[in-house]
């Protein structure tokens, strides 16, 4: 979103794949009376306190000609998040939290998944009841200043979908989870699509590693 390691964190709309499997098939579900804040907590949870994440970026055209690759290394250790982007020939590139990394539609924020540790989050009433990729969801809001993201999150398993940013009542960005893998006995995405409403191309993170 403007500045989010989805690399840890799907949708029909965009064609994306089908999701092969869902946190929750082989565990607990959510509890239906969840609040948005238990909802929340489950997501982060996606996100360790303490974790490492590797893998890949690709902007591709509709055609899926590779316009730009990267690879990256997400380190949260507590409330701190260390973030290395290397270029195709291996040379670092620098990502601010404000900016986008390139010739990609890729955020500090779809790397580090920020906004689910936003305080002021509430449902959002009038979509509740939508689903993301055939997956019904619990649709939530979460706000930081001018800043809205609204998260759909499978009512069954708590893991978070789909994620749109809006500015001025404008749909801006969009990130879908197209497949989702245990890493190490957790839950986490393992592919997610980002990009603007009507774009030409989509810039695809690929989770390769969760330590």
């Known amino acids: 979103m403007n500045s ?10 965009v064609g994306a ?23 929340i907590e489950a997501c982060r949870t996606m996100v360790p306190p303490k974790v490492e994440i590797k893998g890949h970026i690709n902007r591709r055209s ?4 590779t316009i730009a690759a990267y690879r990256f290394d997400l380190k949260r250790d507590g409330g701190i998040v260390e973030l290395t982007v290397e270029d195709s020939d291996g040379k ?9 990394l390139l010739d990609t539609d890729i955020t ?15 449902f ?28 759909w999150v499978d009512r069954r398993s708590g893991a978070m979908l789909q994620a749109e ?19 190490g006995g957790r839950w986490a995405p393992k592919n997610i699509e980002v990009g603007p409403p009507g774009a ?9 590693e969760v330590i």
């Open 124 to 151: 959002d009433r009038e979509r509740e009841s939508e689903s993301a990729q055939g997956v019904l969801c619990r649709v939530l809001l979460l706000r930081n200043g001018v800043r809205e993201v609204r998260v």
């Open 62 to 65: 509709r055609r899926g000609t």
């Open 200 to 208: 030409k191309y989509r810039t695809k993170i690929v989770v390769e």
């Open 17 to 39: 794949e089908s999701l092969p499997a869902r946190p929750g098939d082989d565990g607990p579900f959510l509890d239906p009376d969840a609040s948005a804040a238990e909802i």
């Open 108 to 122: 500090w924020s779809d790397l580090s998944l920020d906004y689910l540790w936003w305080k002021d989050v509430s």
């Open 92 to 100: 670092p590139v620098e990502l601010e939290k404000g900016g986008r």
């Open 4 to 13: 989010v390691v989805a690399a840890l964190a799907i949708a029909a709309a």
């Open 165 to 183: 940013e809006s500015a001025e009542g404008r749909v801006v960005r969009r990130l879908f989870c197209t497949s989702l893998k245990k890493f």
